[in-house]
């Protein structure tokens, strides 16, 4: 029997679970996650292996209708970059509101001409999944590469089985691209200094992460030990303090809360130091975009 293998873009406007969907279907989390929008600011590509099928889910970072920086705009880049390039478009919403920047997401997918499924995630919290019906009529009406519709609750699980069998079964016939048991592309240093972005996001208020950055400035492979150099990046000087908190309180914590999730990703003891820095003007920096990889 030939093997199949394709490529998906995972889609969607910020902080409709798209991550979570990734991370649940991989059973291994790959791609961070916040309840905090603008979580993922990367491709992140996560491979499923079964049998004699291959999927390559690239996820993408929120779609964002009005970009306020160039941080915002290279995410932008992002998400058209991963429409050019892959077989099927799985593109996630809230099912309880199909808003404007929906709209703008399904229109991309619609003239990019790949075809096309959306996954309606949270149908826990919908009282009245017959709602759904007049929305899912209008938008396959209106964007005729969308073949699918798929009521999905990415938290409990539900859903996710059968979206990832009809994703299965459209797999073109292709060799694998990937050797069997590898789940990402991305290097250890990455998905440490995403972990504790991960943290950093999760422990700041609500404008605060947006103006943050984690750089990774020494990653060495010991025989029994990891050591990470780690630098959270801010704004303005006046955010220091905030990140840092009284007596270094909320910096120890991002730190230990971090280094606990990475000995678990290496499986093995990581030694791990963690410094504030103010960059300023970092969102808009050429310079900056480059260190944090989202240019050449």
Known sequence: MSNKCGLIAIVGRPNVGKSTVLNQILKQKISITSRKPQTTRYQIIGIHTDGDSQIIFVDT???QISPKNRLNRLMNREVKQALSDVDLVLMLCDSRQWTLGDEKIATLVHESGVPAILA?????????KNSLLPTI??????????SEFI???????????????FIMFSLPERPFIFPKGQVTDRPERFLCGEIIREKTMNYLGDELPYTTTVVIDDFEELENITNIIATIWVGRDSQKPIVIGKNGSLLKRIASDSRSDIEELLQRKVFMKVWVKTKRGWLDS???MKTIGLLD
């Open 286 to 288: 050429t310079e900056a």
């Open 151 to 165: 009521p999905v609750c990415a938290q409990t699980v539900s859903g996710v089985e059968a979206l990832l069998e």
């Open 61 to 63: 970072p929120g779609w």
């Open 120 to 128: 309606l995630n949270k149908i826990d919290l919908l009282n009245n």
């Open 137 to 146: 009529a209008k938008i396959s009406e209106n964007y005729s590469n969308f």
